[in-house]
């Protein structure tokens, strides 16, 4: 079992930066890519980005250039750096884990409780 709990939601202005954490315990973290997700109200859930084991990224479309995703392996930690926040960032940000570097949520394995992003305008 991986257990995942997310923190440094909150409420943000528009063209902002928040940076969320999400601390891992468990199985050997370092196993494991980790993912990043969101869900807005009344919408699916949305990849947002992962990072691999050796550190590799990968983002969605949508996301890329304003969001960084790191992996700290010695603090079982992985984290999600969001910049230049717009209102439609506005979610419930999840994070997850599982052991195929992929975009795809049923890939993953364990999922945090998620955590709130509000950017108002």
């Known amino acids: 079992q991986v257990q995942l709990v997310e923190s440094g939601g909150g409420l943000v202005q528009a063209g902002g930066s928040l940076r969320l954490s999400c601390a891992a315990s468990?199985?050997?973290?370092?196993?494991?890519?980790m993912g990043w997700f969101r869900q807005a109200p009344g919408k699916g859930r949305e990849f947002v980005g992962t990072i691999a084991w050796s550190g590799a990224t990968d983002y969605g479309d949508s996301l890329k250039g304003r969001f960084t995703i790191s992996r700290d392996n010695a603090k079982n930690t992985v984290y999600l750096q969001m910049n230049s926040l717009k209102p439609e960032d506005t979610a419930v940000y999840y994070c997850?884990?599982?052991?195929?570097?992929?975009?795809?949520?049923?890939?993953?394995?364990?999922w945090g409780q998620g955590t709130q992003v509000t950017v108002s305008s």
């Open positions: 997850a884990a599982g052991l195929t570097f992929s975009s795809a949520p049923s890939t993953y394995d364990y």
């Open positions: 468990g199985r050997t973290f370092s196993n494991y890519a």
